[in-house]
């Protein structure tokens, strides 16, 4: 087992407290849905079976595998097909892969000889982590895991909403990596063999709103807030023995969170869309169930040696700075936000864990990995500086302590922002 992984001590008393809040105010949030939506008023917007860990209908295998898988294996490259034309878009590998291939030796076949088989992969994880430690691992991932279900539904809901070819293009692919996380992130999950939890009534406030936000403020409910959470969460777990694979959807997500930034720049908010105060608090309403995963989701971070709070203060002070950045303006501005909520977080620590002094949680860089860091140095390059964590040396020494089989480290040296 892994002894690299420190469990932090809680407040248990606390942590059986945020879950009977949790399983009450579900019980009421799927009710009143229920309700709404047998009277046409309303309730539930998406057709996803969170209890499932799927959509409306069924996973369809068989259909997946015909057409999304086969799609992927079959995706051509205009840099290899017409080298004639002002494309850029295969990566080294890509290149490298097409080269071997015109001399007859497929990507297929390299694969073959590579690929780790699935009993194998779940054997290492039962060697690496403990049942508790497994649990805990799936319960956070799967968090994020919903969260990719209605970041599919919402960046198809938004392809008809921008503006130009260009926005237009961008949110295509986003619709793409949304469904190939999704769908890779669910068999992830289930290799654990552990169950899969539900969404919390938090995590279902929080993405049933962003759903149901009107026009462009969706970019600041998915691409602004949920894709920092899970940008956040791949950037602290990507490191951890078995789960390397989670590099390349931090890649993603952070061309994700940049999306805002870089399409409001071309077609930017109007002075009211940015100020009237209906869209702020709509904003802050959105981040407020952000705000209760934190302590709903302690004990489980605690597991593996992580402090929730250290981590919420690292992803709402990202949220934050893409936020100002890209014109969303919330109810306070940064430099009163983060001070009022850093209070918020100690005083709830200093009721819940003994010994507890006063700190700066928004000074908390959870991300751990070189390139990882870098990547999002990039992108919150005006962020305020950071110090690191407990939880970053626990995941760190986790990371070395036991090598992972699989597949390697992601591309180097790609930026998520600019080709």
């Not at 590998?93 to 390299?110: C, G, Q, Y």
């Not at 692919?173 to 068999?187: I, P, S």
Request: glycine residues 6%; hydrophobic residues 45%; proline residues 6%.
């Amino acid at each position: 087992m892994n002894d690299a992984i420190t469990k932090l001590e809680i407040d248990q008393r606390a942590v059986e407290i945020n879950q009977w809040i949790e399983h009450s105010a579900n019980k009421l949030v799927r009710l009143r849905d229920r309700v709404l939506g047998a009277l046409h008023l309303g309730g539930r917007k998406a057709a996803y079976d969170d209890e499932a860990y799927e959509f409306i209908g069924g996973p369809s295998d068989t259909l997946r595998r015909k057409h999304y898988d086969k799609s992927l294996r079959l995706l051509w490259k205009a840099e290899n097909e017409a080298p004639f034309l002002p494309f850029h878009d295969a990566s080294p590998a890509e290149r490298n892969i097409f080269d071997l291939a015109v001399r007859s030796m497929t990507d297929d076949e390299r694969q073959a000889r590579e690929r780790l088989s699935l009993p194998a992969y779940r054997a290492f994880l039962d060697q690496t982590y403990t049942q508790r430690q497994k649990r805990a691992i799936v319960a956070i991932l799967a968090a994020i895991g919903h969260g990719e279900a209605y970041a599919w539904l919402v960046s198809a809901d938004l392809l008809n909403q921008v503006k130009s070819t260009g926005g237009r293009a961008a949110l295509t692919m986003q619709v793409l990596e949304e469904a190939k996380h999704f769908v890779v992130l669910r068999e992830l999950l289930q290799a654990f063999q552990v169950p899969i939890p539900r969404q919390s009534a938090w995590e279902y406030l929080l993405l049933e709103g962003v759903y149901k936000a009107p026009g462009t403020e969706k970019l600041f409910g998915m691409n602004v807030l949920v894709e920092s959470i899970a940008l956040s969460f791949f950037g602290l777990m990507s490191e951890m023995p078995g789960l390397e694979v989670l590099r390349l959807f931090h890649l993603d997500e952070a061309r994700h969170t940049g999306l805002p930034g870089n399409y409001l720049a071309e077609f930017p908010l109007t002075r009211f869309q940015r100020w009237n105060p209906a869209a702020r608090l709509r904003r802050l309403g959105l981040i407020l169930p952000a705000l209760a995963l934190i302590p709903a989701l302690e004990g489980e971070m605690a597991e593996l040696g992580i402090d929730a709070f250290e981590f919420g203060g690292s992803v709402i002070r990202k949220v934050g700075v893409l936020a100002e950045r890209s014109g969303f303006a919330l109810p306070m501005a940064n430099d009163k936000l983060f001070p009022a909520l850093n209070r918020l977080f100690n005083a709830y620590c200093k009721r819940t864990r003994k010994g507890h002094e006063a700190r700066d949680f928004f000074a908390s860089e959870t991300t751990v990995g070189e390139r990882q860091l870098a990547v999002e140095r990039e992108i919150f390059a005006s962020a305020p500086a950071a110090t690191p964590p407990r939880s970053t040396a626990s995941a760190t020494a986790a990371a070395k302590a036991t090598p992972a089989p699989g597949p390697g480290p992601g591309p180097r040296g790609v930026s998520p922002l600019r080709s």
